[in-house]
């Protein structure tokens, strides 16, 4: 197996993707316990679902994992991580810590005693001040009803891509906490998916949060295709995946997702700093 370096300690060792990976797959086997117990269907998201469906696991060179989850189970997980999250994790949200950018995913589930600095400065975490803050981290994505209407909503679209320059700078080059643009910006996802619903869209896809794979929604999934999920071999253990992940991966990566890309694409792509 070939091997991907992300650091090379003072002393000549080296920390693998591999090693980071041992750590994620004790949090995601320690979540998918946590989800059954509370009963919280999600599924493993984006390229964590490719490595199960392609590699039965991580891809190789990949350094990180993701899960996602409805929103209409949203309140109720972080309900659940406040009395029920083991005591080695931490979980950070802007519903819980109002430091928390909400340009990033939903939610980070961290792994207490490691340190992980991402590469995107200007997404960077800015939870200090607590046990465990800056671990190794799994993503935890929201989805909800998304509309196929391009028209639909489309004020909250243009609305939430002025806020996401406001809070870039203000977050990144003044150092303010601008609170008031990150409760707007989440109260307008809530608003589009409303209308979305008024329209009965059996459409679902990642909130309108997530601004980042283009102005109208790149990925949209009948429920029907991430529910009820299926456990499939990952690593040593079952993990969940949407219930048609061929469906789910061909509108993430393409028709010919089971190919990997060639040798200079496999590396890894998030991690700046990182201590185990």
């Known amino acids: 197996m070939e ?107 961290r792994m207490k005693g490691t340190y992980l600095l991402e590469k995107n400065f200007l997404l960077s975490n800015r939870c200090q001040g607590y046990d465990g803050c800056d671990g190794v981290f799994v993503d935890v994505f929201v989805y909800d009803t998304v509309s196929l209407n391009r028209s639909t909503g489309l004020q909250y679209r243009l609305c939430n891509y002025a806020l996401t320059a406001g809070e870039l700078i203000m977050d990144n080059l003044l150092h303010i906490n601008p609170v008031l643009i990150k409760k707007q910006f989440l109260k307008n996802a809530e608003k589009y998916s409303e209308l979305a619903r008024k329209e009965k869209s059996e459409y679902v896809g ?55 890309p060639p040798a200079g694409m496999k590396y890894a792509k998030h991690i700046e700093e990182i201590r185990l």
Request: with cysteine; proline share 6%; aromatic share 16%.
């Open 3 to 109: 091997t991907y370096e992300i650091k090379k300690n003072p002393d000549g060792t080296q920390i693998t993707v591999r090693d980071v990976q041992e750590y994620l797959l004790q949090m995601l086997k320690d979540i998918d316990a946590f989800m059954r117990r509370n009963n919280i269907p999600y599924f493993l998201d984006s390229g964590t679902a490719l490595g199960a469906i392609r590699h039965r696991g991580f891809i190789p060179w990949d350094d990180d994992a993701d899960i996602g989850i409805m929103k209409e189970d949203y309140e109720r997980f972080l309900e659940a991580m406040e009395r029920d999250l083991p005591e080695h994790y931490v979980f950070q949200c802007f519903e819980r810590d109002k430091r928390y950018n909400v340009l990033i995913p939903a939610v980070k589930i």
């Open 206 to 260: 990642l909130d309108l949060t997530w601004v980042w794979n283009g102005f109208y929604p790149p990925y949209h999934y009948k429920k029907s295709e991430l529910f009820p999920t299926r456990y499939v071999k990952f690593e040593d253990t079952y993990l969940p995946v949407p219930s048609n992940t061929d469906a789910y991966l061909r509108r993430c990566y393409g028709d010919d997702y089971m190919q990997e």
